[in-house]
């Protein structure tokens, strides 16, 4: 059975720092993993995709993934925090052996001090 | 914008009444997904479609629920005889079907308040 379990339910920084959401999965197949980002009242935002190629995957607005099989994990990084980066943020995993379905973690709201 | 579309951004209803939600996806998406999110949550499976087929119901779509997407391109989602813990942001999302897991695109969704 698929399954994603996202660690921090909240993280905060200070603007200027680097910014970890942790992620890990547990899939009976390869997956696939995504980040989506989602900022109030709003929809979801694709960050990045890991479909089996790189294992570390660049995303847009300055975010990057890496795909570590031996931990299963799928942590999103990156250098430096801005203030827009505060939202929520979803780890998500989709099983290759079916492609039209996807799970979601419980999110991780991001906090940026000034 | 080419996105995908929901109407309405918001609704606000008494209890017992019916609601109709409507999506429109990315124009060249052939899969159609309906989640649900309430607060606090990550969003939550509903249904999908593939064209005009509903291939998959989650256990979550009571039968006062119902789904259409009867011409493979829109598609409406009602919620028959609302109760409280109906309240939830919808969100719909499209995708394209083909090699490999293509992502899921959304909308803002329809937030919905029973009173």
């Known amino acids: 059975a698929q399954s994603v379990t996202q660690l921090d339910s909240h993280v905060s920084v200070s603007e200027g720092t680097p910014v970890l959401l942790r992620c890990n999965y547990s899939?009976?197949?390869?997956?696939?993993l995504f980040w989506y980002v989602q900022h109030p009242n709003k929809g979801l935002q694709l960050l990045l995709k890991?479909?089996?190629?790189?294992?570390l995957v660049k995303g847009i607005n300055g975010f990057e993934a890496e795909f570590k099989k031996s931990e299963t994990s799928f942590h999103l990084t990156k250098p430096s925090a801005h203030m827009s980066d505060a939202a929520e943020y979803f780890c998500v995993v989709s099983d290759r052996g079916r492609d039209d379905k996807i799970i979601f973690g419980k999110g991780t709201r991001l906090h940026i001090l000034p | 914008d080419t996105g995908v579309s929901q109407d309405p951004r918001h609704k606000i209803t008494k209890r017992g009444q019916n609601v109709t939600f409507r999506c429109d996806p990315i124009s060249e998406h052939n899969r159609l997904y309906w989640y649900r999110q309430t607060l606090g949550q990550g969003p939550e499976f509903l249904t999908y479609f593939q064209n005009e087929a509903q291939l998959e119901k989650s256990r979550l779509l009571s039968d006062r629920f119902s789904a259409e997407r009867p011409k493979g391109s829109f598609s409406t989602l009602e919620i028959q005889r609302t109760e409280q813990g109906d309240s939830a942001m919808y969100l719909c999302?499209?995708?394209?079907?083909?090699?490999?897991?293509?992502?899921?695109?959304f909308g803002d969704g329809t937030r919905l308040s029973i009173l």
């Open positions: 999302a499209s995708s394209l079907a083909g090699i490999g897991n293509q992502p899921q695109h």
């Open positions: 890991y479909t089996s190629a790189a294992t």
């Open positions: 899939s009976s197949y390869s997956p696939s």
